[in-house]
């Protein structure tokens, strides 16, 4: 993650997170930390806030029927999960998200397994219409603590240059 210290005064400094257009470079692979251990109550309620009635995720009776023998984590909320590790690396200043594409699903994840992410820089352009901002888009890999990818994504982001980012000016 990018973590820089704007001296806000004498001995007083705030931390700030993310990258600006110019930081990213195509090729560069981040690995977001800390991981993510998923709970139970993560997936019951994530998944009772989203209104998914599916019982794979919520009856234990009916998921040990299942292939997988015992209820599996909702998916959006792993993809939630690993958008959210992402947020400092990539998109923490960004103005806006312009898209997610390719997402893909490759294996299950269980209460109890911890998850780890990574993005790789795919492309970045300045953009044609807002020229203090340019279009950065990245692969974002899921995985499990054992290496199993069980997520794949490209998002696309909308990063201002440096000099031009909103600040947060909260507290002052």
Same mark, same amino acid.
């Given at each position: $993650?990018?973590?820089?210290?704007? %001296?806000?005064?004498?001995?007083?400094?705030?931390?700030? !997170?993310? &990258? !600006?257009?110019?930081?990213?470079? *195509?090729?560069?692979? !981040? %690995?977001?930390?800390?991981?993510?251990?998923? /709970? %139970? #109550? +993560?997936?019951?309620?994530?998944?009772?806030?989203? $209104?998914?009635?599916?019982?794979?995720?919520?009856?234990? *009776?009916? =998921?040990?029927?299942?292939?997988?023998? &015992?209820?599996? *984590?909702?998916? @959006?909320? @792993?993809?939630?999960?690993?958008?959210? $590790?992402?947020?400092? +690396?990539?998109?923490?200043? =960004?103005?806006?998200?312009?898209?997610?594409? +390719?997402?893909?699903?490759? #294996?299950?994840?269980?209460?109890?397994? /911890?998850?780890? =992410?990574?993005?790789?820089?795919?492309?970045?352009? %300045?953009?044609?219409?807002?020229?203090?901002?340019?279009?950065? /888009?990245?692969? @974002? @890999?899921? $995985?499990?603590?054992?290496? /199993?990818?069980?997520?794949?994504?490209?998002?696309?982001?909308? *990063?201002?240059? &440096?000099?031009?980012?909103?600040?947060?000016?909260?507290?002052?």
């Amino acid at each position: $993650m990018t973590q820089e210290f704007k %001296e806000l005064g004498p001995h007083r400094f705030r931390e700030t !997170y993310g &990258r !600006y257009f110019e930081d990213f470079n *195509v090729g560069d692979v !981040y %690995e977001h930390r800390p991981g993510r251990t998923v /709970t %139970e #109550a +993560d997936n019951i309620q994530f998944t009772l806030l989203t $209104m998914n009635s599916h019982p794979i995720h919520l009856d234990s *009776v009916f =998921a040990a029927q299942s292939e997988f023998g &015992r209820p599996l *984590v909702n998916s @959006t909320l @792993t993809l939630a999960i690993v958008t959210g $590790m992402s947020v400092t +690396d990539v998109s923490y200043k =960004a103005i806006a998200n312009l898209g997610w594409n +390719d997402i893909r699903l490759s #294996a299950p994840v269980f209460a109890g397994d /911890t998850l780890y =992410a990574e993005s790789e820089v795919l492309s970045k352009r %300045e953009s044609k219409s807002r020229p203090t901002q340019g279009i950065v /888009t990245v692969k @974002t @890999t899921g $995985m499990k603590s054992d290496g /199993t990818v069980f997520l794949s994504f490209q998002r696309t982001v909308l *990063v201002p240059k &440096r000099g031009h980012a909103v600040e947060d000016r909260s507290g002052e």
